[in-house]
């Protein structure tokens, strides 16, 4: 390994994607590219095939521009605007190359990797923004790379920071600032998988949501799965913020589709709540580090809109980590780590 500690190490940053504009067209487009993903539905071709092109983009675009026109700002896409940002600053902290890339939609993987090589990069130290792992995130982003990566350019991926302290630490301060004067409960949405991704991650299958309590008894398959790394990322974030078990709840959101998908379900707990004596809401979103449509649009106004319809009183949406300068130094550190591993 320490024959190669002199070749130049640059950074690539993954985050999921954005449509070009909140335009029907570009929504389409957009939506092909990422559900025609194997790894996000993993029906055989032909099936998937037929599922996105027959009954989900004819009608869904629609819907969703929408809801992206209601969060896009002057800059663009929040998604893209923030992570390039974010990018911009681990860049300043590392004294390194930094290239953004989005799985899906513009800037490609294969023009952040262009990009490195430019810049002379031998080595890239590969890092999906995600700090629990799943394979509709993780797994396509490095298979794309690994697709895109020139032969001479040696690569090393950050693994899922779910259990890092820099993450916690970046999350559970962030959380402090925004607390407001009153509030009775911290609910911390996750983006959801259906069921069945978790059974196909666990590599000794017969973990995962096999047996009761799965996620609190150690195994292999915690290495790969991704609610055992939310619960965790939870505790550890509780931890960080000093809350005891009652005082905050894990649920999941953006459920598609008629399967079943990890439970409870963000929107029916923020129905549930105010019913429960919970009137001020505070909800942070751990799966994403940048604000998005699933933060801004389905948490910001449309869970808002549910809990208040319900009879909640306040509900305060806590931002991503973005390019909170406590984050990006831990982040920072993350990629150094990594670099000279």
Not at 50 to 57: E, K, N, Q, R
Not at 116 to 124: D, F, I, K, M, T
Not at 180 to 193: A, E, N, V
Not at 287 to 293: E, I, M, P, R
Request: proline share 7%; hydrophobic share 40%; net charge negative.
């Amino acid at each position: 390994m320490h024959a190669h500690t002199n070749d130049k190490t640059g950074f690539l940053l993954i985050n999921l994607g954005t449509p070009d504009s909140a335009d029907v067209a570009d929504v389409r487009r957009y939506l092909g590219e990422f559900l025609m993903d194997p790894f996000v539905l993993s029906a055989p071709t032909i099936i998937r095939a037929l599922i996105v092109y027959g009954f989900i983009l004819p009608f869904r675009p629609h819907k969703s521009a929408e809801a992206y026109a209601s969060i896009w700002t002057d800059a663009g896409s929040p998604l893209l605007t923030g992570s390039q940002k974010l990018a911009q600053e681990v860049a300043n902290e590392l004294q390194a190359p930094v290239a953004l890339s989005m799985r899906y939609g513009q800037p490609s993987i294969q023009s952040g990797v262009d990009e490195l090589a430019a810049q002379g990069v031998e080595h890239v130290v590969v890092v999906p923004l995600y700090a629990q792992h799943a394979d509709s995130t993780v797994s396509t982003s490095l298979h794309a790379v690994e697709k895109a990566l020139p032969k001479s350019m040696r690569h090393s991926v950050l693994p899922p920071f779910y259990a890092a302290d820099e993450h916690s630490q970046a999350w559970g301060e962030l959380i402090k600032q925004n607390l407001p004067d009153q509030w009775d409960h911290l609910l911390l949405s996750y983006h959801g998988l259906p069921e069945q991704h978790l059974r196909k991650a666990d590599p000794t299958s017969n973990h995962c949501l096999q047996k009761e309590g799965c996620c609190n008894i150690p195994s292999a398959a915690h290495s790969t799965c991704y609610r055992h790394q939310v619960y965790a990322t939870s505790t550890n974030i509780a931890a960080h913020i000093g809350l005891s078990e009652d005082q905050y709840s894990v649920s999941f959101q953006s459920r598609l589709g008629p399967l079943p998908w990890l439970s409870p379900y963000t929107d029916q707990v923020l129905e549930t709540l105010p019913s429960q004596g919970i009137k001020h809401l505070v909800v942070a979103s751990p799966a994403f580090v940048v604000d998005n449509l699933e933060t801004l649009e389905e948490i910001g106004i449309q869970g808002r809109q549910t809990f208040l319809d319900a009879g909640g009183e306040t509900f305060h949406l806590v931002p991503c980590l973005n390019a909170d300068p406590l984050w990006v130094r831990g982040l920072a550190n993350l990629c150094r780590a990594r670099a000279a591993a």
